[in-house]
């Protein structure tokens, strides 16, 4: 588990923790002071989240809960990442910086569209 002042990052798996800048990625989309947990998910596990929320009963890559307007969570089912990955002709690492990009996007109150897909080009662009 990686804790800092305003982001916990707990991996469940079995598998090794990505190493991304998930620090600053938050920092810079949401502000220093947004408390954030990012959990990494068995399938399993994902797949009872993703039921109980959103009545869907498969494993999605990503979730984002907002908890108030400083907090949130975002859990991930990490072999559901690499498995898309390909799909957006993306490299596992890049797809997953996308992804959190895009969940932090939605932590921040913004839906798909036009105004989401250029935040989360300048984002990638940013940290490339």
Known sequence: MIDTEFCTITNTTKGKHPSLPFVCIKDKVLGKKY???????????????????????????????????????????????????PLFDMSYPKFLKYLFIHGLLHLKGLDHGAIMERQEKKFLKMFS
């Open 35 to 85: 408390e954030l947990g990012v959990s990494f998910l068995s399938p399993k596990k994902q797949r009872e989240i993703n039921l109980k929320t959103r009545n869907i009963d498969k494993t999605t890559n990503i979730l984002s809960f907002p908890l108030s307007e400083n907090s949130g969570e975002i859990t991930m089912d990490l072999s559901k990442v690499k498995k898309d990955a």
